[in-house]
Each structure stands twice: as C-alpha cells, then as structure tokens.
C-alpha cells in the first residue's frame, strides 16, 4: 500500500506587493543619486566615486532583476513547469552575486594602477558627494530591509545596496585624507576596500544560489539526522530515497521511501513524519511514500536494489544502521 502525504506552503508571496514597494522607493533614490555621482565623480578624478557609481548602477540593475524575478515567480504552475518559475529568483541571486565578483576584480585592478601612479584627486567634491551618498544609501538600505530577506533574490539586491553604503563611508573618509593632506593614494585604497565587500558578498550569492541549483539540502537540515529520526518513528523498518532540496529560497521540499511494519497504520506514520519534519525543521512541502516492509526485508534486510542515497533503519541506540 502505497500514501503520498503533500504538505505545501511558501510564503513569498504573502508580503509581495509590500516587497515590491520597498524595492521601488530604493530603486528610485539610487537611480536619481547615481547620475549625479558620475559627473561629480569624474570633475573630481575620483576613482572611488566612479567605482561607486558603478556600484549603484548594478545596485540599480539588481533591483530591476529582482523586480523582475519577483513577479515571474509569483506565477502559478503550468504546464512542464510544475513548480512554476519560483526559481527566476535564484537566477536573479546568481547574476547578482555574479556581477559583484567581476566589478571587484575591476576595481582591484584599477586600485593597484592608481596607487602606483595616483591621479590628482578633488578630495572636498569626495567628502561631499560621499556624505550625501551615506544619506542615500541609508535611506535606501532602510527600505529593502523591510523586505523579506529570507529570500536570495531580496537579499541579493539588499547586498549591493548595503555594500554601496559601506562603499560611501570608506569613499568620504578617504575624501577627507586627500583633501587634508593632499594623499591622493587613499582614494585607491577606498576603492580596494570597496572591491573587497563587493568580493566577499558577491562570492555568498554565488555560493547559496548554487547550492539551490544543484539541489543541495537547505544549510542548516542534515539529511543523515532526518532520516535518522524519522526512521525512529513507531512501526518504521527503514526510511530509504530520502532527498531534500530547496525549489527556491525559503521553500524546502522533501521526498522519501519509508517503509513500516506489516500490518501498521500506513497513514499514522506518514502523518507522523510529516508533523516531524514540519515542526523541527519547517519542511512544508513533503512527497512521502509509505509501504508495507517485505518479508524479504525483515528477514535479510534489504529492499530497493538500487537505492538513492543511504538506507535509514530504527537501531538500539536510535542511530543509522
């Protein structure tokens, strides 16, 4: 006998219309800021603020992509899509994190160009424009905070915006060495502090987003430890094909084989294990098949030949056999 438990649930959607607002208001002040940072950027010769000018148009085109990612994936499932397009927010993430990696290796390269031969830099047009800039982006990073961050296509766009402010600090601090000492190298040093954040956070996008598309358990679930407690419910024999995965951020889903003994309550342990990885893990979206154990399994111990993944058994110390 075979009971398919579905468990669904994902709540990007809940607070969509008020994400997309946030992500609107920052998108607007960036945009109006970041046209008036290039000109002043190149009257001054200032590296540091050309590279955040830089930085606030990827800001721009992040929260364009994750505007974009946002209402593809709202999009009800059809057709061959049978998840919908939840996942245009991972790609959005990606091209994000993507795009981070490749402004800093630009911006490492140009830094060490202009400490060997530094420009002359305007430091009063840096100080300025940084310390407007800091009101800017704290405006800005204010909003997209109040999105849902639990979710890499948000949390991909709250990054640039984030970095662009630590950006502006460093650049109106090395303003002001540069135009009261006259130290022209510091403007290259904000930049290399810039590709710096830009590096680590761009790697970090890459990184989680890849472990989505590669259907990676969510950070933090152990597969090894699900299945061992699952396979410790009342009348389990074995939990086998156990996979988990994340469609997109925020949204685990989980599917396994478990097989109970003869004469069990098929649909008790498939309720059971649902509750299980529902309340302590928050998986809501569950795919469980649930047989009764072959008398081949009891007594040689063995069913599938050809399992995915390691076989969970219920053992005296309530470990994996």
Same mark, same amino acid.
């Given at each position: 006998m075979s009971d398919h438990g579905h468990g669904h649930g994902h709540g990007h959607g809940v607070s969509?219309?008020?994400? %997309? %607002? /946030?992500?609107?208001g920052a998108l607007a002040l960036i945009v109006g800021f970041m046209a008036i940072e290039v000109v002043i950027g190149f009257i001054a010769q200032s590296l540091a603020l050309i590279s955040d000018a830089g930085h606030m148009l990827t800001d721009a085109i992040a929260i364009v992509f994750a505007?974009?990612? =946002?209402?593809?994936s709202a999009r009800p499932p059809q057709g061959g899509f049978t998840y919908g397009l939840k996942r245009a927010e991972i790609i959005s993430a990606q091209i994000n994190g993507i795009t981070l990696l490749l402004l800093s290796a630009y911006f490492i390269?140009?830094?060490v160009r202009r400490i060997i031969e530094p420009p002359e830099v305007e430091g009063l047009y840096v100080v300025v424009t940084g310390l407007a800039g800091? @009101?800017?982006?704290?405006?800005?990073?204010?909003? =997209?905070?109040?999105a849902n961050r639990s979710s890499l296509n948000v949390e991909? !766009? /709250?990054?640039h915006v984030l970095n662009d402010l630590f950006a502006f600090i460093a650049t109106t601090i090395a303003g002001a060495i540069v135009w009261l000492t006259g130290w022209g190298r510091a403007d290259a040093? !904000? !930049?290399?502090v810039v590709a710096a954040l830009m590096l680590k956070a761009g790697w970090g996008l890459v990184r989680d987003s890849g472990r989505v598309? =590669?259907?990676a358990a969510p950070v933090g679930m152990n597969p090894t430890e699900i299945g061992t407690k699952a396979a410790a419910l009342d009348s389990v024999v074995e939990v086998h094909d156990l996979h988990i995965w994340e469609v997109t951020s925020g949204y685990a889903a989980m599917s396994a084989h478990i097989l109970v003994e003869p004469g069990a309550d098929c649909h008790a342990v498939r309720i059971a294990a649902e509750r299980l990885v529902h309340d302590q893990y928050g998986i809501e979206h569950t795919t469980l098949q649930?047989?009764? @154990?072959?008398?081949?399994?009891?007594t040689v111990g063995a069913h599938c030949p050809d399992p995915h993944g390691p076989s969970h058994k219920p053992g005296a110390d309530g470990t994996t056999a």
């Open positions: 969509g219309e008020a994400d %997309r %607002r /946030y992500l609107t505007l974009i990612a =946002m209402r593809i390269v140009e830094g800091i @009101a800017i982006n704290l405006a800005a990073t204010w909003l =997209m905070s109040k991909g !766009a /709250y990054q040093l !904000a !930049a290399l598309f =590669m259907e649930v047989d009764h @154990a072959p008398e081949a399994l009891l």
